[in-house]
């Protein structure tokens, strides 16, 4: 098994709601990763867990709150968020160990705010 | 700190044609290389990867070498095919810092 799975694959929310993207992998990963992608751009960074702590935060508004409940698991929390934070939000995984830093990347979750 | 930078797209070929995407990179340390693609409507995917100096990584037909003394990852493929059309990014994964850096990506078009 290979595969890094987001769901869900679209989502729209408008500026008051809350809602959550979810991210699996069943690698045995202990590295994962949440980007930003914007249409025509590289992904941005926004988090990394290392052994389900949180290793780097890109200083990324508080409106985005991550968790990883366990090494298989990643979710990004969304709320109060703006027109402007509507992208393809990827989730990736890397070994963490003995590691090139290669990423595996789900499909993304393509969020729009209204 | 880390760059990388890729050739300005978009670029547009006919099927058979040769490609070359060229990408330099500035880093610190001894950083891996990877080509990464992403299709219209996917996340990315690794195309392929060199971890030291003089390696060349290869996929699909797709060749880069890792040249240390001109710090670049050229990517060249002899005949390209329409369902190699996609956006390419060059990027390099700085260990010490725990992430990677991209370019900017090149958006390919191959036309019958």
């Known amino acids: 098994d290979t595969e890094v799975t987001q769901t869900p694959k679209h989502l729209v929310m408008g500026m008051t709601n809350k809602k959550s993207l979810k991210c699996e992998q069943h690698m045995g990963h202990r590295a994962m990763y949440w980007y930003k992608q914007k249409a025509k751009k590289p992904p941005e960074l926004m988090f990394v867990?290392?052994?389900?702590?949180?290793?780097i935060n890109e200083s990324v508004p508080s409106r985005f709150s991550p968790e990883c409940p366990n090494s298989s698991l990643l979710n990004l929390h969304l709320h109060a968020l703006q027109p402007e934070d509507s992208a393809l939000y990827l989730c990736?995984?890397?070994?963490?160990?003995?590691?090139?830093?290669?990423?595996?990347f789900g499909e993304g979750s393509r969020l729009t705010v209204l | 700190g880390n760059s990388v930078t890729q050739m300005e797209g978009p670029v547009t070929l006919s099927e058979e044609a040769f490609l070359t995407i060229n990408c330099t990179y500035t880093a610190t340390g001894y950083p891996s290389l990877f080509w990464y693609v992403q299709y219209p409507g996917e996340g990315l995917q690794l195309l392929l990867k060199?971890?030291?100096?003089?390696d060349k990584g290869s996929n699909k037909g797709f060749e880069a070498t890792y040249r240390k003394e001109t710090t670049s990852f050229h990517l060249e493929k002899g005949s390209v095919q329409v369902s190699d059309s996609a956006v390419y990014f060059c990027a390099l994964s700085d260990l010490e810092a725990g992430k990677s850096t991209f370019g900017d990506g090149t958006t390919l078009t191959v036309k019958p």
């Open positions: 990736a995984s890397s070994h963490g160990d003995r590691d090139t830093g290669e990423l595996f």
């Open positions: 060199a971890t030291k100096a003089d």
């Open positions: 867990y290392s052994y389900e702590k949180l290793s």
